[in-house]
């Protein structure tokens, strides 16, 4: 389509691609603003969340609660994504934050992350016994494996385990037990890059920017605002 003359521009989210990736196909017959968290070429214009800072926000909620043995839902196979490697250093700092101890068996392992890698995690982690009350998931479709799992455990939401997903997908609030997540500011990330978008098109050549857009927790049952 590009070639046409149909388009002017690209909005474009990487999710594996490295810098020089982006470098050596980005940006060559149409301007090019780029979505999340993977490194970006320092000439391209970037809009993302602070996914350091919105985990750590999500464990001292969970914390806030009372919970002292939280788990992380988000180690996928590798490679990682840019994604994993913020949000579990930001459970990593919320843990420290609150003066809980980081341990091996409560960063639980995913085989994928479809909705029932999820559930087969959770489910894994019961039936070897390990004890957590709380639990951040890397995004809102792991959460709902879950909490499916946690439900055919008999393990009560949130009195047992209090549960975050993550991405604010609005499916959440029609769960079984609606579920507390990380919303980023979608309509900031969208019209950010719009307005990059359009201003790279009508001829504006100067250096990449860089934006932090913004997050909010959106509290719901599985999680509730303490």
Not at 117 to 125: F, H, K, L, S
Request: net charge negative.
């Amino acid at each position: 389509m590009s070639e046409s003359g149909l388009v002017d521009g690209i909005l474009f989210q990487p999710v594996t691609l490295s810098a020089a990736d982006i470098s050596t196909i980005g940006g060559r017959k149409h301007p090019l603003v780029l979505l999340g968290e993977e490194e970006a070429p320092p000439e391209f214009d970037r809009v993302m969340i602070d996914n350091v800072a919105a985990a750590a926000e999500a464990v001292a909620v969970i914390a806030a609660l009372g919970r002292r043995r939280i788990a992380y839902l988000g180690i996928e196979p590798e490679p990682l994504t840019a994604a994993t490697v913020d949000r579990t250093a930001g459970y990593r700092a919320g843990m420290r934050d609150a003066g809980l101890p980081v341990t091996k068996n409560r960063l639980l392992p995913l085989d994928g992350l479809q909705p029932s890698d999820g559930e087969r995690a959770v489910r894994r982690a019961i039936e070897r016994g390990l004890r957590f009350d709380g639990l951040l998931c890397r995004d809102d479709g792991l959460a709902v494996g879950a909490l499916r799992a946690l439900r055919a455990a008999d393990v009560c939401v949130p009195d047992d385990v209090a549960v975050v997903g993550w991405d604010g997908d609005a499916v959440g609030a029609f769960l079984e037990t609606s579920l507390t997540t990380v919303s980023p500011d979608t309509d900031a990330i969208v019209g950010t890059a719009l307005d990059f978008l359009t201003e790279r098109i009508e001829g504006y050549t100067g250096p990449g920017r860089h934006v932090i857009a913004p997050h909010t927790i959106v509290f719901r049952e599985s999680a509730p605002g303490a």
